[in-house]
């Protein structure tokens, strides 16, 4: 049997969950697009599709960069990588298109390698921010002194506040926290408009999914915020995270309160808050929390 028989791919639903995140667990890789949530969220918007063979997972889309490309992502799963990836290969040959691989984290680059000659492309606006976990969950040292300000602002402004897990019980009230008046002026185009859409996706198939999730509420202004992610090894990935801006320091609140319960819980070393895609003051909000790395992405043509 050939390999486009073998690799069957169909749609990433909520109900390929079961299925997908037993096999996340094989990659070694600490960038998000291997996160149940990475894919989830934005297989509409890269036309993300799965197959499973020999407890490997295969996952094909469109380039990051370029959604005109069909592409696929690194295999992870009980196969060794170098086979899984002459499947590809073998499976755009007999479909008459070149392998492309998207998204290839930079440590995993010379795995490639065995297929031969190829064309390397960095991703510049989908590198990851990695941060030391012990340090956003205190907050500790010089330079994170205007992080511990605005959250001691914020303590001292509402003593009464609570956080608490993301649940059943509140997630209505999150829902109406993120569809307030509050974002009316958030961005609704591009990836800011499908990232805002996927937020109410994941609201809404909550009870569904594996994540662990924060809401920050004072008795004044109901919900200030909300996060949500996943861990996964030694890292937690923070997939959303929504505040009312115009609420001092509750996001810089929300961010240290998240960190330090994460910490204690799964005794995580490293948070990753993903991408900025491009976007300026994203890059500066990431770059204000002092990452330890930033994890760079390729496309690889051959």
Known sequence: MNTVTLLK????????????????????????????AGILMWTDYFKYEYAILRDTLFIRGVAENDKSQTAFSMPIGRL???????????????KGTRPLFSAVPEDRLPDFYCLGACHIEE?????DYLYDAGQLATLSGNKYSKKRNHVNRFVSEHPCF?????????????KEFYASDAFAGEDRSGTAGEERRQVFGVLDEYGRLP??????STPEDGIVAFTIGEVIGDTLFVHIEKM????????????????????????????????????EGLRKAKQSYHPVMLLKKYNLSF
């Open 80 to 94: 060794p990588l170098r086979k899984s990836l002459a499947m590809i290969c073998d499976y755009c040959t007999a």
């Open 211 to 216: 994540f662990e999730g924060a809401v920050l």
């Open 244 to 279: 009312n801006h115009a609420v001092k320091g509750a996001g810089e609140t929300i961010n240290k309160l998240f960190a330090a319960a994460m910490t204690d819980r799964y005794g995580i070393t490293y948070i990753n808050r993903e991408e900025d895609v491009g976007d």
């Open 123 to 127: 991703l510049t606006d989908w590198a």
């Open 162 to 174: 609570s956080f608490e897990p993301v649940s059943l019980r509140n997630i209505e009230a999150v």
């Open 9 to 36: 791919f169909r749609p990433v639903t909520v109900d390929a969950v079961s299925e997908i995140l037993p096999l996340l667990h094989y990659s070694e890789s600490r960038t998000c697009d291997y996160t149940l």
